[in-house]
């Protein structure tokens, strides 16, 4: 068997990176920079390397340096040569490629469907939610049990908390640990989760309860995520033309840098915990960390819901999302036994520094 790569996450991202060049083409729609507003990527991207870099080589060579600062120089020099061989650093460049061409991608699309498919599936996919919570709507039963005040603030935390998840459980899996097919298995499945995600919206365009339904949340107290919700919207009105809240009368995609972001179906942030979840639990990692990652899983269903992100359907398509990422990840990266995903390390004595004790360790880490 090969030792990890990422030959299986690099095709999909350019598949990801083809459809966009695709859809871009033919609805004559720009490529953007999809964090590019404040600070572009090829500045932003460098910089978060270069410190997370730092902090995996620094603080181990102030270690080996404190009975004898004057050899600092020498012992910084061998933490980079121990811990950032060529196979290493190859490894860990070509992940951050992966994860971040897809995901580049996915928010062009995401911007891309309205253009496409203007068909909104709201309306369908709130009856759905009444049935499924006989009768009631999920949201306002979320309110009436957890107030609108103080666990606004609460679930505004979570649902915000897991936008920094994403990119330091990308920098654990590349650059803080050593455990290659570990690593290569958790960044293939979030940028296949972008991939799926991209899929769904193509083909159940909707906008989520917080926009279509906006008055079942204007008793909710004014938190960092309320006011997303209202950037999100303002940035669709000035891509997409048409009337709020399904785009804006002076809407043009050509006339602005920022990328239009509201999709409901299927939620990213239930399919990606999953994906953690699952991940976590599949490489045995520490049960405390299991127990955390699924109670954190558990916390940003309610706080999508409670928010008006989605709508149940949206929560339940996420688990199928992130469950299937996991799986398909498995089995192109090859960490699988006749088709059950199972870590199976490989070329990690030889290419990466640190006994087998350690390694295990490094993969349970991870995430």
Known sequence: MGKANFMFGGACALALAVATWVVSYVQDLPIRDPDGVVVPAYIQIPAILGLAWLLDVLPRAIGRSRTDWSGFRDRFAEVVQERWNRRHTVFALTGLATWYVSYAAFRNLKSYVPFVNEHIWDERLERIDHALWFGNDPANVLHSIFGTSWAAEFFSFIYVSWIVLVPVSIAIALIFTRAPAAGSWYVTAISLCWGLGAVGYFSLPTLGPAYSYPADFTDLKRTYTEQLVD???????????????????????????????IAAFPSLHVGIMVTISLFLTLIVAPKAARIVSWTYLGLTIVATIYFGWHFSLDALGGFVLGALAVYLAALGTGNHVNGIPKLIERGTRKDFDGDEDQLSEDASRLA
């Open 231 to 261: 950037n999100l919207l303002r940035d669709r009105m000035l891509v997409v033309p048409g009337v709020p809240p399904f785009g804006g009368p002076g809407g043009d995609p050509h006339g602005t840098n920022v990328l239009q972001t």
